[in-house]
């Protein structure tokens, strides 16, 4: 079967969220169902696979073209091999980087689509806020599936941390040959780590419906 970023039994999962049909007239065994299968969509092995690869790809390739564009600057000219070397880098930094993308926009649409789905049997009052359910919103982030895009986010963030790192340093003692791609590298893994806790935090918020103290929490703020 062909990898697909949404696949097709999930799309009228998502456009029946998006319709607003989970709060409107789906039982809560439908709702459980929508929301099992947009989460197992979002929570393949092979989407988290890809993303890491596209992660390597547009970082290393921005890394490398930064790297050699920032080199030939500094020596003031270029061979052909350098130009074509320079271009390919940039060329596959691009192509990694739009994978990126792709991968969070069908990631965030999967993982709204399973949040609202999860919201709806509390949201129209056919299931009430348990016990158990403060349990699940938490239990959730030691799932392998979760867990595993939880420490590649940490990663990614640690990976931002010392590439901004580097580019402060630059900026008191002077640019060097590395400001750029420690930039960009530090950029990469910023937006990459965000991203992938943002998905897990949708689906986290998604389970917290199922959470009585979160419920009262939050219905004491509306009412005010």
């Known amino acids: ?54 992660f390597v790809v547009a970082a290393g390739g921005g890394f490398v073209a930064a790297g050699l564009a920032a080199t030939i600057a500094a020596l003031g000219g270029a061979t052909a091999v350098d130009v074509i070397a320079t271009v390919i880098a940039g060329a596959i930094a691009l192509a ?15 993982t709204r689509g399973a949040s609202s789905w999860l919201r709806a049997p509390y949201a129209s009052g056919q299931r009430a806020p348990r016990a158990t359910g403060w349990v699940q919103a938490r ?39 590395m400001t750029v791609p420690a930039l960009l590298v530090g950029a990469c893994g910023a937006l990459s ?13 998604g389970l917290s419906a199922r959470d009585p103290l979160w419920s009262r929490l939050t219905g004491s703020a509306r009412a005010r």
Do not use: C, H, K
Not at 96 to 110: F, I, K, N
Not at 151 to 165: E, K, N, P, Q, W
């Open 1 to 54: 079967m062909a990898f697909a970023l949404i696949q097709a039994a999930s799309r009228p999962l998502l456009a029946a969220a998006d319709a607003g049909e989970p709060a409107a007239s789906a039982t809560p065994a439908d709702a459980d169902r929508a929301a099992a299968a947009l989460r197992r969509d979002y929570e393949r092995w092979s989407r988290w696979a890809l993303g890491v690869v596209g």
């Open 96 to 110: 990694g980087a739009a994978l990126l993308v792709a991968l969070w926009r069908s990631g965030r649409a999967l």
């Open 139 to 177: 239990t959730v982030n030691l799932e392998p599936r979760i867990l595993v895009r939880l420490i590649t986010a940490t990663l990614a963030l640690l990976i931002a941390v010392g590439g901004i790192a580097l580019v402060v340093r630059d900026l008191g003692a002077g640019p060097s040959t």
């Open 193 to 205: 780590g965000i991203g992938q806790i943002g998905g897990v935090m949708r689906i986290v918020n």
